[in-house]
């Protein structure tokens, strides 16, 4: 349980004691589990690895999902890399295809790491393992950025549900975005201000975000959504290094996201009654899934 109710409490906190968010947070984690705080990182470090196996497997993978919507993207880009062939740098194809990697081993029950949620789980992993590899980034600065990363989440959920079924995508591939732009900045050395800044352009360029999965499966929009986020919270942090700055605080913007969720209606909330989910073609591939999985039981 996070002891600090919101993101300006943690602030002042790693002010008074001129230490980083991270640094506050592992402390705490540390205390309330009776461990040492070597013993949190260690821990940190497990979920390194299965996000960086699953980024392995990911990208060695041409195998569809059950409903063979999803599964082959990862291969399409990286086909188109192999040419040299692409509008990005190679940082950015690195944070593209690993998004798709790892959302595709999601799909195919693979191990990955909920970050915030499964269905979000390639934001994060994509953002601060490829600028980790094009910085030459050990990991004990992946370490920081995942506590600090898991701290914004955890801040966020002290007033939203994390979950498209409460407060549609905005609250799983949303919340992600902005925990991969603050980490993202811990990471390249930003300060506590520069963080906090970076998850609230995050946050708020992606509020009210529906949740309108096709046939009820985390797949279409899913998948895709993981890989364009990704890109976004790098804009956010890229933004906040600049000195461009959110005018509405980070606190207040999660408030006004909270209150977007209730008002959302359910249609838009994980039930696949709403969106692309009840578009002609959305419509024609859940009778078809249906049909199919029907005859099979």
């Known amino acids: 349980m996070m002891k600090y109710k919101d993101f300006q409490e943690i602030f002042e906190e790693a002010s008074s004691k001129n230490k ?106 994509a953002v601060i393992i490829a600028m980790a590899e094009s910085r030459d980034a050990d990991d004990e600065f992946l370490v920081n950025a995942l506590i600090t990363a898991g701290t914004i989440g955890q801040l966020v959920s002290n007033k939203l549900a994390l979950a498209g079924a409460v407060a549609g995508c905005q609250s799983e591939c949303g919340v992600a975005c902005a925990m991969a732009a603050g980490g993202l900045v811990e990471m390249c050395g930003g300060t506590n201000e520069q963080i906090l800044n970076a998850a609230a352009l995050a946050l708020k360029n992606i509020m009210g975000l529906v949740c309108d999965p096709v046939a009820g499966l985390v797949e279409v929009p899913c998948v ?11 804009t956010a942090a890229e933004l906040s290094f600049a000195g461009i700055k959110s005018v509405i605080p980070i606190d207040e913007i999660v408030d006004a996201m909270k209150q977007v969720g209730e008002l959302m209606s359910p249609k838009f909330k994980e039930s696949a009654e709403g969106g692309l989910a009840t578009t002609k073609t959305g419509l024609e591939i859940t009778e078809k899934l249906t049909n199919e999985w029907s005859l099979e039981n």
């Open 224 to 234: 895709k959504r993981n890989a364009f986020l990704a890109i976004q919270a790098v």
């Open 20 to 125: 980083k968010i991270y640094e506050i947070s592992e402390q705490h984690e540390a205390e309330i589990t009776e461990i040492s705080v070597q013993e949190v990182r260690e821990k940190v470090k497990i979920n390194l690895k299965a996000m960086k196996d699953a980024i392995k497997q990911g990208l060695k993978s041409k195998e569809k999902s059950m409903s063979g919507m999803c599964g082959d993207d990862c291969a399409k880009l990286l086909e188109r890399y192999k040419y040299g062939e692409s509008l990005f740098s190679e940082t950015y194809q690195k944070i593209l295809t690993y998004a798709f990697a790892t959302m595709e081993q999601n799909l195919r029950m693979g191990k990955i790491v909920a970050c915030p949620t499964a269905g979000s789980c390639g934001i994060v992993p």
